[in-house]
Nanobody, 122 residues
Framework: QVQLVESGGGLVQPGESLRLSCTPRTSPMNTMAWFRQPPGGDREFVSAIRWRDGTTDYADSVRGRFRISRDIATRTVYLQMTSLKSEDTATYYC?????????????????WGQGARVTVSS
């Protein structure tokens, strides 16, 4: 069963922007994160945010282009993606964990979304 509901995936051209959303079915986890898996590739860390204080972390590949944020009122976590590249093409997964550490490994997160496909192509 899907524990985190994602939306916002789609097809965009290089250089354009896209925003992904993630809303838990229950209360927010202590740490929320985004991972992605390119076609035929391995799952990789994208970004994470600590719910309590908003502290964030980013993979080097997206730092400066992507921004993770949270809306406390709606319990929603966003991933604002700008200056998108073809290399960003992947299925993006929202994850939640009970740890306060901004972990970069998928095994450290207990809850997952269904995935949102993002395709960046001309």
């Amino acid at each position: 069963q899907v524990q985190l509901v994602e939306s916002g995936g789609g097809l965009v051209q290089p250089g354009e922007s896209l925003r992904l959303s993630c809303t838990p079915r229950t209360s927010p986890m202590n740490t929320m994160a985004w991972f992605r898996q390119p076609p035929g590739g391995d799952r990789e860390f994208v970004s994470a945010i600590r719910w309590r204080d908003g502290t964030t972390d980013y993979a080097d590949s997206v730092r400066g282009r992507f921004r993770i944020s949270r809306d406390i009122a709606t319990r929603t976590v966003y991933l604002q993606m700008t200056s998108l590249k073809s290399e960003d093409t992947a299925t993006y997964y929202c994850a939640g964990g009970t740890s306060y550490i901004l972990n970069t490994r998928g095994v450290d997160y207990e809850y997952w979304g269904q995935g949102a496909r993002v395709t960046v192509s001309s």
